[in-house]
Nanobody
Framework: QVQLVESGGGLVQAGGSLRLSCTAS????????MGWYRQTPGSQRDLVAR???????DYAPYAEDRFTISRDNRKNTMWLEMNNLKPEDTAVYYC????????????WGQGTQVTVSS
């Protein structure tokens, strides 16, 4: 079983920056993709960015120029550096780790609130 612990959310003014972190623990088998998703009330949880164990990254269009995802496999930790934050970035951000090869699994973190004031 894998557990995720997130940190780094908070309140920031528009144009500011935040850095989210997510650390995985437990029975990690390798070849996991880690990602950040976000959700606002009444909406589905959408991908912000993800990074494979080999370092390949994938971003939502709005995140490509402002956010940077990274990970350290030795520390089982992933980060999301968010710059030039906008009020529309306000959401609960969730960390996810998933393995798509057998044995497959997917685990979510508890979520961290990011609020951007105008």
């Amino acid at each position: 079983q894998v557990q995720l612990v997130e940190s780094g959310g908070g309140l920031v003014q528009a144009g500011g920056s935040l850095r989210l972190s997510c650390t995985a623990s437990g029975r990690l088998l390798g070849a996991e993709t880690m990602g950040w998703y976000r959700q606002t009330p009444g909406s589905q949880r959408d991908l912000v960015a993800r990074v494979t164990s080999g370092g390949t990254t994938d971003y939502a269009p709005y995140a490509e120029d402002r956010f940077t995802i990274s990970r350290d496999n030795r520390k089982n930790t992933m980060w999301l550096e968010m710059n030039n934050l906008k009020p529309e970035d306000t959401a609960v951000y969730y960390c996810n780790i998933r393995r798509v090869v057998t044995p497959q699994y997917s685990t979510w973190g508890q979520g961290t609130q990011v609020t951007v004031s105008s």
